[in-house]
């Protein structure tokens, strides 16, 4: 009895394309975007310079009108994306600019330094 083959599609097909290839791996992971990396960074640094732990900084955003999780946060601080709407409450809650929440330095000081 022969077996069944069931043709790869999408992803997958290209993980066995590659692999069958002479000297063929599999896809390496994605690489993480430095600019998502650069905020994600900045997210850290701004909750810990203030002192406030996670769970007060939910607990600061529910006060400010914005309702999430300490997974939500842990997220936001793990991965950089974050909607603009809670990057603006919570650089509220943190008592600094978007910009610096970002990881962004002044305009002026970026500017003279090109």
């Known amino acids: 009895m022969h077996p069944i083959v069931v043709?790869?599609?999408?992803?997958?097909a290209a993980r066995e394309a590659l692999a069958a290839?002479?000297?063929?791996?599999?896809?390496?992971?994605?690489?993480?975007d430095?600019?998502?990396?650069?905020?994600?960074?900045?997210?850290r640094?701004?909750?810990a310079r203030?002192?406030?732990?996670?769970?007060?900084?939910?607990?600061?955003?529910?006060e400010h009108g914005l309702v999430i999780t300490v997974a939500?946060?842990?997220?936001?601080e793990r991965s950089g994306v974050i909607r603009v709407d809670a990057a603006a409450r919570l650089?509220?809650?943190?008592g600094i600019t978007l910009d610096?929440?970002?990881?962004r330095r002044a305009y002026g000081a970026r500017r003279r330094a090109t």
């Open 34 to 43: 430095p600019a998502l990396a650069a905020v994600a960074e900045a997210l």
């Open 45 to 47: 640094g701004a909750r």
């Open 72 to 76: 939500r946060l842990r997220g936001w």
């Open 7 to 12: 043709p790869a599609t999408g992803a997958r």
């Open 100 to 103: 610096a929440l970002s990881g």
């Open 50 to 62: 203030t002192g406030m732990n996670e769970h007060q900084v939910v607990a600061k955003l529910a």
């Open 91 to 94: 650089a509220d809650v943190y």
């Open 21 to 32: 290839a002479p000297g063929g791996s599999a896809l390496a992971p994605p690489r993480p």
